[in-house]
T-cell receptor, first 114, second 115 residues
Framework: QQQVKQSPQSLIVQKGGIPIINCAYE??????FPWYQQFPGKGPALLIAIRPDVSEKKEGRFTISFNKSAKQFSLHIMDSQPGDSATYFCAASKGDTGFQKLVFGTGTRLLVSP | DTGVSQNPRHKITKRGQNVTFRCDPISEHNRLYWYRQTLGQGPEFLTY????????KSRLLSDRFSAERPKGSFSTLEIQRTEQGDSAMYLC?????????????FGPGTRLTVT
């Protein structure tokens, strides 16, 4: 049962390009949507997160766009660099009790060519 | 390094053997999570501790799996009678727990290979 669907599975862009990774969710109770970056041999690291009361959030070169009615959100990486080459995961969770079971997408392997 | 640490980083075992992994969370983090990540997939939630209490378990956590967090510090995840399907990366994450939505800091994981 995949509650968060992520696409594309892999992506190649040239340096300076703007890769876009998309995610769609099913559970309308989700109210927290983070993006994680994972390098080989490392654990996932939080990049940026959004709540459904805003449609866009920017942090540095990373932007999340959120469409609540479509139940979709996406990650844009501005001026991408070879160092951004990694696997990116979207995730979602629900509830304000403090316990956050993150439900992850299947990941997008990004390669930024020099 | 004051991040989440996990040991061992790699474990190769034969089917049927028992294995135990350890997670040391960031000091003073009172919430600890275990996830499992198979090749080409995102992490999947296994279990959650608040201090020493195990408050949530996924149905993925069969009776061959047991997790503990004695004294609310480090945590161990034991798999008994390992099967080839248990081969995966086992990730631990911790959070401070003072506010909702605080960031989950992940460790580097333990990669298990069952032959």
């Amino acid at each position: 049962q995949q509650q968060v669907k992520q696409s594309p599975q892999s992506l190649i862009v040239q340096k300076g390009g703007i890769p876009i990774i998309n995610c769609a969710y099913e559970n309308t109770a989700f109210d927290y949507f983070p993006w994680y970056q994972q390098f080989p041999g490392k654990g996932p690291a939080l990049l940026i997160a959004i709540r459904p009361d805003v449609s866009e959030k920017k942090e540095g070169r990373f932007t999340i766009s959120f469409n609540k009615s479509a139940k979709q959100f996406s990650l844009h990486i501005m001026d991408s660099q070879p160092g951004d080459s990694a696997t990116y995961f979207c995730a979602a969770s629900k509830g304000d009790t403090g316990f956050q079971k993150l439900v992850f997408g299947t990941g997008t392997r990004l390669l930024v060519s020099p | 390094d004051t991040g989440v640490s996990q040991n061992p980083r790699h474990k190769i075992t034969k089917r049927g053997q028992n294995v135990t992994f350890r997670c040391d969370p960031i000091s003073e983090h009172n919430r600890l999570y275990w996830y499992r990540q198979t090749l080409g997939q995102g992490p999947e939630f296994l279990t959650y501790f608040q201090n020493e209490a195990q408050l949530e378990k996924s149905r993925l956590l069969s009776d061959r799996f047991s997790a503990e967090r004695p004294k609310g510090s480090f945590s161990t995840l034991e798999i008994q009678r390992t099967e080839q399907g248990d081969s995966a990366m086992y990730l631990c994450a911790s959070t401070l727990g003072h506010v909702p939505r605080d960031e989950q800091y992940f460790g580097p994981g333990t990669r298990l290979t069952v032959t």
